[in-house]
T-cell receptor, first 112, second 116 residues
Framework: LAKTTQPISMDSYEGQEVNITCSHN???????ITWYQQFPSQGPRFIIQ???TKVTNEVASLFIPADRKSSTLSLPRVSLSDTAVYYC?????????????FGQGTTLQVKP | GAVVSQHPSWVICKSGTSVKIECRSL??????MFWYRQFPKQSLMLMAT?????????EQGVEKDKFLINHASLTLSTLTVTSAHPEDSSFYIC????????????FGPGTRLTVT
């Protein structure tokens, strides 16, 4: 399983756009990139998933360059409630195993 | 979206007793579920992969006789912590895979276990 590297922490202010970049140099052809958000004492919440180029949903965008060795989660206009830990994971697509190995994640602190 | 529940949400038990934690996929069938453990201020650590109708696959360093996993149906997996000790106190989280062309893995809300 590909290892991921993310910044340990980031600070932002309300209303700003936040971009969290994840490095996954050893991503395999079958791997999808998935981002999760976790609040204290809660299970991780699915944010977005992509394979290549750009994916956008109602809460975030995911940018994946052509070589897929990195990805960037973009959170538009963050609020205090976006303070959480964000995890970038890569793993097999399809219904092979779904096995995910969590890295340390990025702790995002949004300030007023 | 897909919903995964866990029961109980928290439990306190005495050292030496066993505790069972349930993980259910509420609106989808999950042939594969996963169990994680998370200590304070740390990331999730994968403990085992639970497959419906077969034995669980444990990660290296996880004692299979201590953490018993049973995946009895397509919507239920259970984790039993046997002969619990204070060092087993942790946040246990399960997840389930919806399958399809790209897997989406949904997590339960977690179970806080405190062993006294």
């Amino acid at each position: 399983l590909a290892k991921t590297t993310q910044p340990i922490s980031m600070d932002s202010y309300e209303g700003q756009e936040v971009n969290i970049t994840c490095s996954h140099n050893n991503i395999a052809t079958n791997d999808y990139i998935t981002w999760y958000q976790q609040f204290p004492s809660q299970g991780p919440r699915f944010i977005i998933q992509g394979y290549k180029t750009k994916v956008t949903n109602e809460v975030a965008s995911l940018f994946i360059p052509a070589d897929r060795k990195s990805s960037t989660l973009s959170l538009p206009r963050v609020s205090l409630s976006d303070t959480a830990v964000y995890y970038c994971l890569v793993g097999l697509g399809g219904s092979n195993t779904g096995k995910l190995i969590f890295g340390q994640g990025t702790t995002l602190q949004v300030k007023p | 979206g897909a919903v995964v529940s866990q029961h109980p949400s928290w439990v306190i038990c005495k050292s030496g007793t066993s505790v069972k934690i349930e993980c259910r996929s509420l609106d989808f069938q999950a042939t594969t579920m996963f169990w994680y453990r998370q200590f304070p201020k740390q990331s999730l650590m994968l403990m085992a992969t639970s497959n419906e109708g077969s034995k669980a696959t444990y990660e290296q360093g996880v004692e299979k006789d201590k953490f018993l996993i049973n995946h009895a149906s397509l919507t239920l997996s259970t984790l039993t912590v046997t002969s619990a000790h204070p060092e087993d106190s942790s946040f246990y989280i399960c997840s389930a895979v919806t399958g399809g062309k790209s897997y989406e893995q949904y997590f339960g809300p977690g179970t806080r276990l405190t062993v006294t």
